[in-house]
């Protein structure tokens, strides 16, 4: 069954509660340094207060573990999307309890509010039937723009939606994640080629299983590539590697060859001594194996060089996950020939996950780009899955 959507629903003077992903990165004076995800919402949140509702929007942001913590206060948040919708955003005290009720019950018909960091209550993340049922009273429609966070079955994506029956939809940004991935899942144009790095090989195994049975082509950079350099008997020196994954790594290789994807690792690779944007550092041929002492930081430009070509015949690209240690500037720049060239191609590219997608904005390259996932965890697991509880329970 398809998710409810928006303009199913009559909005009129309704208390719409609104789950938003407002997570953005904040800088140490509490600034916020990127507004894409308030900015991603807008469409659900001006669409709602044209359609005469009165619009309560929920969110968590950073980490604060169940107890309230001003510097993960929704303060900055409020105030940037008052000056982007240019009308009065009221900040609840909470998102439960007397005084948020009372501010709610007081709204008019196009009103804004927001409500206070949910995960100042512990109760956000273990799931609890109780804060579901304080949250639901604040409204009589439940909207859920939050894709981000739709791979996780906590309170606000999961038991409050329930409570709402067929009065729980998916917003706009919701559908638009959902019809640029869906074609990755069940038809995408041939040749669909994946672009996996960063860190965390374990967390996107899942994935990396699931698209062995959907892509043409798998090219592996960042710190992932080294447990399968390893894992073909090639020394990686002191590079990140995962060595409880080398026989995974083995029959991943293994099923590419049975299955004739062609899977490209680095040619090259730029090392470091260290791991420092000071280190001394150099570009070793992969099949040369890397020094002890010695990690692998980035690809190299052989790499990017060759990539490049072969990611010409793409009609389809989805990309997650940088080729280097990119928060440091010389080793940013497999990520940024990767970002450029994705940026040139004449197919439909779809980038997820923060590192990737920081990439991109930097380099204002953004606007080439088929579809920026506002979702890193959230875009591999649909992936993998094709669908989402946050999603399914829309339905
Ligand atoms: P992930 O969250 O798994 O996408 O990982 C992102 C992180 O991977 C970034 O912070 C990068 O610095 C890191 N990363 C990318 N390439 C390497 C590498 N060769 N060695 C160690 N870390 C890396």
């Known amino acids: 069954m398809p998710m409810t959507s928006l303009q199913s629903l009559d909005l009129k003077e309704k208390r719409v509660l609104v789950r938003v992903d407002f997570n953005v990165p904040l800088d140490k004076s509490g600034n916020i340094t990127d507004d894409t995800r308030i900015r991603q919402a807008l ?156 860190a965390k090989i374990e967390s996107k195994l899942g994935v990396l299983n699931a698209l062995l049975s959907k892509v043409d082509g798998l090219f592996i950079g960042g710190g992932m590539a080294f447990t399968f350099i390893k894992a073909s008997g090639i020394p990686i020196g002191n590079s990140l590697c995962d060595d409880h994954l080398l026989d995974e790594a083995r029959r991943i290789m293994q099923t590419c060859e049975e299955k004739a994807i062609k899977l490209w690792l680095p040619k090259d690779i730029m090392i470091g001594r260290g791991f420092t944007d000071e280190a001394e550092f150099k570009t070793v041929p992969t099949k040369d194996g890397l020094p002890d002492g010695w990690q692998g930081m980035d690809i190299g430009e052989e790499t990017v060089k060759e990539w490049s070509e072969a990611l010409k015949s793409a009609a389809t690209v989805f990309w997650n996950g940088p080729m280097g240690i990119f928060e440091f500037e010389e080793f940013a720049k497999g990520t940024q020939g990767i970002a450029e060239t994705l940026s040139g191609l004449d197919a439909d590219t779809i980038v997820g996950g923060g590192d990737s997608v920081a990439a991109v904005n930097q380099l204002e390259l953004s606007k080439n780009f088929t579809h920026i996932s506002t979702g890193g965890g959230a875009a591999l697991e649909f992936i993998e899955h094709g669908h989402l509880p946050g999603i399914d329970i829309l339905s």
Request: with cysteine.
């Open 43 to 198: 469409p659900t949140i001006k669409y709602l207060i044209k359609q005469g509702a009165k619009v309560i929007l929920m969110s968590h942001l950073g980490r604060p573990k169940g107890s309230k913590d001003e510097s993960s206060s929704l303060s900055p948040c409020a105030d940037r999307l008052g000056e982007l919708l240019e009308r009065d955003v009221k900040l609840a005290p909470d998102c439960i309890g007397k005084a948020t009720q009372t501010l709610v019950m007081a709204m008019e018909p196009g009103d804004v509010v927001l409500l206070e960091n949910l995960r100042f209550h512990k109760e956000e993340e273990s799931p609890d039937d109780e804060f579901a049922s304080q949250l639901a009273e604040l409204g009589e429609i439940y909207v859920n723009d939050a894709f981000a966070t739709a791979h996780r079955k906590h309170t606000s994506t999961y038991l409050l939606p329930s409570l709402f029956q067929d009065k729980a939809a998916g917003g706009f940004l919701m559908e638009k994640e959902i019809n640029h991935l869906t074609p990755l899942v069940l038809q995408p144009k041939r040749p669909f080629y994946a672009i996996l790095g960063g």
